[in-house]
C-alpha cells in the first residue's frame, strides 16, 4: 500500500516561505507522476503542481511564479518551495500520486500538513 506523509506545514506571515516535504514508502516512486493538492476550509480540493518521473513540472495559475516543485527520487521525497504567500494560501496541503493533472484527478494522498498564512 501507498503511504506518503506530509511535513513542514506551520503559521507564516504574508510575504513569507514554507517548504514541505512529501515521504513516499513506495519503491516505484521514481516512475510515477506526483503533486501537491490542497483544500480551503470549505472548499473543494484544488490541484497545485504536479512533476512527472523526469522532472517535468505544471502548475495551477494561482500558485505559478510562487511555487516550486520539486522531486528527490533516491529518497521518495516530494518537496514543495512556497514563496509570497498569501492569506488565502492558508489551507490544507495535501501530496499524491497524479493519476491525471488535467482533470485534477489523484489518488493516495496523505493525511496533509496544515498551512496558516496570517498577520
Known amino acids: 500500500q501507498i503511504q506518503l506523509v506530509e511535513s513542514g506545514g506551520g503559521s507564516v506571515q504574508p510575504g513569507g516561505s514554507l517548504r514541505l516535504s512529501c515521504s513516499a514508502s513506495?519503491?516505484?516512486?521514481?516512475?510515477?507522476?506526483v503533486g501537491w493538492y490542497r483544500q480551503l476550509s470549505g472548499r473543494e480540493i484544488e490541484g497545485l503542481a504536479t512533476i512527472d518521473k523526469r522532472g517535468t513540472p505544471d502548475y495551477a495559475d494561482s500558485v505559478k511564479g510562487r511555487f516550486t516543485i520539486s522531486r528527490d527520487n533516491a529518497n521518495n521525497t516530494l518537496i514543495l518551495q512556497m514563496n509570497a504567500l498569501k492569506p488565502e494560501d492558508t489551507a490544507v496541503y495535501y501530496c499524491a500520486r497524479s493519476e491525471n493533472w488535467v482533470a485534477r484527478r489523484f489518488r493516495d494522498r496523505g493525511q496533509g500538513t496544515q498551512v496558516n498564512v496570517t498577520s
Open positions: 513506495i519503491l516505484w516512486f521514481s516512475s510515477t507522476c
